[in-house]
T-cell receptor, first 115, second 115 residues
Framework: AQSVTQLGSHVSVSEGALVLLRCNYSSSVPPYLFWYVQYPNQGLQLLLKYTSAATLVKGINGFEAEFKKSETSFHLTKPSAHMSDAAEYFCAVSESAGNNRKLIWGLGTSLAVNP | GAVVSQHPSRVICKSGTSVKIECRSLDFQATTMFWYRQFPKQSLMLMATSNEGSKATYEQGVEKDKFLINHASLTLSTLTVTSAHPEDSSFYIC???????????FGPGTRLTVL
C-alpha cells in the first residue's frame, strides 16, 4: 500500500524567502511522485513529477523537488517566494506501472506569502 | 499540453434533482478517467475510475447508484449525481490519463451546490 504525508498543513513565508514544503511517502514498489498546485476554486496543475529518472526534478514556476529514497522524501522547494505562489500544494504518489494506477494524495499544504 | 475541460463549472440545483457533469479530453484520447470529490480545505478523494467502454470501478464507500459514471468515448466521461442532497454539495474534479504520456491531466472542477 502507498501513502503520503505532508508535514504542515499551513506554511507562511515572506516574499523573497525560501519555500520548503515537505512530503514523505510510503511505497512497497518503485513510486512515481508528483507535486500539484491548486489555486482557489480551480483544478489542479502539475508542478513537477519524479518518474525514476533524475532525482532532482525541476518544474514550472521555479519549483523543484528532490527524490531521496533513503529518507522516503520528495520535498518541494523554491528559492524565492512570490506573492503569486500563494495556493494549496498537494503531493501525490502512484505506482510506476499499471493502466489504472491511482494517485494517492497527501492532505495538502496551504502556502501563504506575506509582503 | 493536454487539456481537460469540465462542464458546467458551477451548478446550483434543488434537493432531489439530478445533475450531470461532463469531463472531456480536448486534444488527446483518454482510455481512463478519474472522478474526485474535494471538500473545502481538504484533499482530493477518489470516487471512481472510469474506463472507456466498461463499467466504472468505485472506491469503497462511494454509492455507484447515486454517482452514475458513463465513459462512452475516448474523450468523454460523465458523472451524474442522482437525487442530489445538500450533503452532496462539493467540488468535483475529473482527470484523464493520456495513454501516450501516462500521466493524469486535471479538469478545472465543477462546484455543485444543492439547496
Amino acid at each position: 500500500a502507498q501513502s503520503v504525508t505532508q508535514l504542515g498543513s499551513h506554511v507562511s513565508v515572506s516574499e523573497g524567502a525560501l519555500v520548503l514544503l515537505r512530503c514523505n511517502y510510503s511505497s512497497s514498489v518503485p513510486p512515481y511522485l508528483f507535486w500539484y498546485v491548486q489555486y482557489p476554486n480551480q483544478g489542479l496543475q502539475l508542478l513537477l513529477k519524479y518518474t525514476s529518472a533524475a532525482t532532482l526534478v525541476k518544474g514550472i514556476n521555479g519549483f523543484e523537488a528532490e527524490f531521496k529514497k533513503s529518507e522516503t522524501s520528495f520535498h518541494l522547494t523554491k528559492p524565492s517566494a512570490h506573492m503569486s505562489d500563494a495556493a494549496e500544494y498537494f503531493c501525490a504518489v502512484s505506482e510506476s506501472a499499471g493502466n489504472n494506477r491511482k494517485l494517492i494524495w497527501g492532505l495538502g499544504t496551504s502556502l501563504a506569502v506575506n509582503p | 499540453g493536454a487539456v481537460v475541460s469540465q462542464h458546467p463549472s458551477r451548478v446550483i440545483c434543488k434537493s432531489g434533482t439530478s445533475v450531470k457533469i461532463e469531463c472531456r479530453s480536448l486534444d488527446f484520447q483518454a482510455t481512463t478517467m478519474f472522478w474526485y470529490r474535494q471538500f473545502p480545505k481538504q484533499s482530493l478523494m477518489l470516487m471512481a475510475t472510469s474506463n472507456e467502454g466498461s463499467k466504472a470501478t468505485y472506491e469503497q464507500g462511494v454509492e455507484k447508484d447515486k454517482f452514475l459514471i458513463n465513459h462512452a468515448s475516448l474523450t468523454l466521461s460523465t458523472l451524474t449525481v442522482t437525487s442530489a442532497h445538500p450533503e452532496d454539495s462539493s467540488f468535483y474534479i475529473c482527470s484523464a490519463r493520456d495513454l501516450g504520456k501516462g500521466e493524469q491531466f486535471f479538469g478545472p472542477g465543477t462546484r455543485l451546490t444543492v439547496l
